[in-house]
């Protein structure tokens, strides 16, 4: 799919699909830390968790350190869980 084109019906619905299944994911890991993990930080985990190259991950993590959206500790302990 590009932007500008046309998409019919069933592709409209394949994607909403796909994307609550992003959601679902990204708030299943949420569930399972006591703080706030920026969004981009949750579909990059989402995208990559089955990968074995794990480098953007710990790139959006530290992005995430250096923009104080998660402390130190936090960023450590998503890099130990998904690293």
Same mark, same amino acid.
């Given at each position: ?5 046309? !998409?019919?019906? &069933? %592709? ?5 699909? $796909? #994307? ?19 969004? !981009?930080?949750? &579909? %990059? ?5 089955? $990968? #074995? ?31």
């Amino acid at each position: 799919m590009m932007y500008g084109e046309s !998409y019919s019906t &069933e %592709e409209l619905q394949e994607l909403l699909i $796909k #994307m609550r299944h992003i959601i679902e994911q990204c708030e299943e890991i949420q569930k399972k830390f006591e703080f706030t993990i920026p969004n !981009y930080v949750l &579909e %990059e985990i989402v995208f990559t968790k089955n $990968k #074995m190259e794990k480098c953007n991950l710990h790139l959006m993590i530290n992005i995430a350190f250096l923009n104080n959206k998660l402390t130190k500790r936090q960023a450590q302990k998503l890099k130990k869980y998904y690293c």
